[in-house]
């Protein structure tokens, strides 16, 4: 039997993921999110009522410890902003 330890600290979209291995960071609505796991890999999850999937995208290499999964998910929380900037815009636009 193992016995799993998580927290999860929510940011707005934001989310710090606690567990035994470390630190992770994951970024999305409800329902789905795209993040870097504590042992740099890097995935893409999401589900509702239950039924949940989670596909890794670029697995950890044991054999290569790189920047290169933080630098990744930094472009796609520097695009997320972007999007959301656009929308916020739009979203003035017509309600005022």
Do not use: C, T, W
Not at 12 to 18: A, C, M, P, Q, Y
Not at 72 to 95: H, K, S
Request: glycine share 12%; no cysteine.
């Amino acid at each position: 039997m193992n016995i799993f330890f998580r927290k999860a600290i929510k940011l707005g979209l934001f989310r710090i993921n606690l567990s035994k291995n470390g630190a992770g960071i994951s970024v999305g609505p409800k329902g789905i999110k795209a993040g870097v796991s504590p042992r740099g890999g890097i995935y893409i999850a999401g589900g509702k009522s239950g039924v949940q999937f989670r596909h890794n995208v670029r697995p950890r290499d044991p054999k290569e410890i790189s920047a290169a999964p933080l630098a990744i998910l930094a472009i796609l929380l520097a695009a997320l902003a972007f999007f959301l900037g656009i929308f916020a815009y739009f979203l003035v636009q017509i309600f005022s």
